[in-house]
């Protein structure tokens, strides 16, 4: 009894370890990674099928040879590469130093507590990066600042919208509306020498650039059924952002 | 040629604040930021550079993606990090807006307003330039990065001995 009870438990971490990992941006290379470190260190044999929203394991002891499966939803997405860069190490230091079942869990536990950046440098960086992108489509320091408040006041419509709830696709299209929005005020008052270097930038923000790049690594891993899911993800993202600019396009008149 | 090479300075180093803006979004570890700021305006220099020297756009950012690539397998060494970290956000500006911008230009041009045949025919063009440079700069991107790794068939860094 004791046994089956210890390869629960041991199930339930590393069903806990590889949902987070998916959670935080992980390709599915890396998931299966992780799940095989730690389960050396733990003396099971782990099989898994991992997919977008849930994750199916099987662990056999490598002592008794009883077995035990275990089902776990993912929760929504939300990419944290701390935890990823975090949960690396340890399976790296559990590996090496044979770390029992309670020290990985507890170093978990402190990983699932790692702070993201306050909010306000993530406005303020992200913006950065809005008006960085202006720069490198040629806009001028006035296109900049443009690009600057348009990043700034969709992220934060975005981080809103967040709080209560909405939808991914509906928070995309809001967040994308409202900043071209902004820029196209821009261009009305030709603000700067390149005012459409400012609107086409400042919905970037938004752009599903880990979900396209793990799509496109899972399916040269051979991944290709999460390859597939996180492609259809980034393209559901581009054409919300798209319908979002284009509907602003239009009622500013700007074809 | 001095105010070319400032300029050509001045990009990088925006996409070396762009990589980093993003870098927060998805909160990198504090100890791989100037990591990601550098490798972010080192690809932007490359690709810029090359561009300049009449490169097509879509070979500049393969050659800049795969830079990245490269680079990251010896960092990941250094600073002990997983290269995911600082591999995704210098890319992330080299993501080809400008060319989904006039994508969706053409197309809206093409759909509500334009009625002149020949124009229409244009605008057929525009579409299908912008449109699949597009595509090809996101695909050579998402390649050139994990193209180095898939070549040393390794999956992980720390099996490959410098």
Redesign the interface.
Known sequence: MNDTSKLIQKANLLLEISSLLMVS???T??VN?SIDRFATALHVKASSLISHKTIIMTLTDEETNSGCTRVQNIPPYL????????I??AS?NATEENWSLEKISDEIETIKKLN??PRL??LI?????????C???KGDYLNMFVAFISTFIGLYIFQETHKLKYNLYIRIFLGSFIASVIASVGILYHIGAHP??A???S???L?P??P??N???DL?DNNILNGMVRFTTGSMI?LAM?IG??LA??LFQ?? | MLDVILKLLEVSFWSGIAALGFGILFNIPRSAMMTVFVLGFCAGFIKFSLIHFHIHVVLGSLLAAFFVGIISIPLAHKIHQPPVVFSIPPVIPMIPGYFAYETILSIMNFIFTESDASKRVELIDAIFTNGFTMFFILISLTVGVALPMLLLKKNSVKKIDL
């Not at chain 1, 990419?79 to 975090?86: K, L, M, P, Q, R």
Request: aromatic share 16%; net charge positive.
């Open positions: 941006g992980a390709n290379n890396r990674l990419i944290n590469f701390s935890i990823i860069s975090a690396s190490k790296w993201r950046y440098v993530i960086a992200v913006s950065l990066a809005g008006a960085g992108f720069n490198i489509f459409q270097a609107l086409a930038t919905i970037l923000f752009v650039g880990v396209l790049i799509s496109f690594t040269m581009v798209s600019l284009f396009m239009f700007l074809t």
